[in-house]
């Protein structure tokens, strides 16, 4: 019986083995199919279609930038502000007639129908982000670029569509996103080797040749290509500005600023009328108004005092 078992476990083996050998291999996907692969993926609100169409070098280089981000950031001044814009978030939803019926808004004339028709989705993005690997800063030294976008990403570029869907506009790429990308059509011109060339027209029926060329597998846009090594050199370049030392000058102003702010959201959520809520409104606007201007003050003091020559001292005699 143990023979038997074995002697069939093995030509299972080898018949999933022949299976694999003889099935066709992935077929590789031409540099127009690639365009409306993006394109449609974009247009169902898919932006994780964007990361699986660049090479792995470039997905590397993509996480690397933001590892070293968040590295860089004061954690505190980052995990504060997402803080805030989760409560505010909050504040938006649960108070929103009380923001809408403020005078302020109702001086905005046509505008403020448009706010109110994308206030809830508004409140959505910003809960959306402070509650994902953005929101912390432990969370996105070690976040994957990948799962976000295949997660919070598909779900704020959904809202994002739907945003536009119904915003008015002239431009064809604002008024319907989804429509535009749906009208993208790409046709091969020509391919020799891992150079190609593909026509792209867009919704305005403009179209365009653009040359491809092939990246560890991958077919992306020469341009893209050409420039991408001195895109990440200069966004490397920029993090290597970012000193800690430097944010931890304004830190305290910072941060007092942000509780501030924070306190006057609890406030509102707490306020039980109209008059107790705005009361808090108003408070915040004055915090804030003071907190800008002493540290745009002290801004200018320590540009000041960069700008002036240093004295040498003379020897004395």
Known sequence: MKKTIAAFSVLTLA???????????????????????????????????????????YQADVTELVHTFADRMDPDIWNRTFGVMGKVSLVMT???DYILDNPMFAQQGDKIQEVQQQWDRIAFFLSTLSKSDLGDIDRLRTANPEAFLAGTGSALMSE????????????????????????????????????AVVNITGPDNKSKDV???????????????????DVIEEARSNL?????????????????????????????????TYTDFNNALQGLIGAGM????????????????????????????
Do not use: C, Y
């Not at 999933?16 to 974009?42: E, N, S």
């Not at 092939?214 to 290509?225: D, N, T």
């Open 290 to 317: 003071m907190h800008f201007m002493t540290l745009q003050q002290e801004l200018e003091n320590r540009e000041a005092d960069a700008s002036q020559p240093s004295r040498e001292r003379r020897p004395e005699n």
């Open 15 to 57: 018949a999933a083995m022949f299976l694999q050998a003889a099935a066709p291999a992935p077929a590789v996907l031409t540099p127009d199919a690639v365009v409306m692969q993006v394109a449609d993926g974009l247009a169902a609100g898919q932006p994780i279609v964007v990361w699986q169409a660049m090479p792995a070098s």
């Open 94 to 96: 649960e108070k929103k």
């Open 160 to 195: 994002f569509l739907t945003m536009a869907a119904t915003r008015q506009s002239d431009n064809p790429w604002e008024s319907n996103f989804i429509q535009s990308m749906s009208n993208i059509q790409a046709t091969l011109i020509s391919i020799n080797g891992d150079f």
């Open 240 to 272: 290597a500005s970012l000193q800690p030392e430097r944010l931890s000058e304004n830190k305290d102003q910072v941060l007092a600023a942000l509780m501030t702010v924070d306190s006057s959201l609890d406030q509102m959520l707490s306020a039980q």
């Open 211 to 229: 040359n491809f060329v092939k990246v560890e597998g991958k077919w992306v846009p020469e341009e893209m290509a050409l420039e991408w090594p």
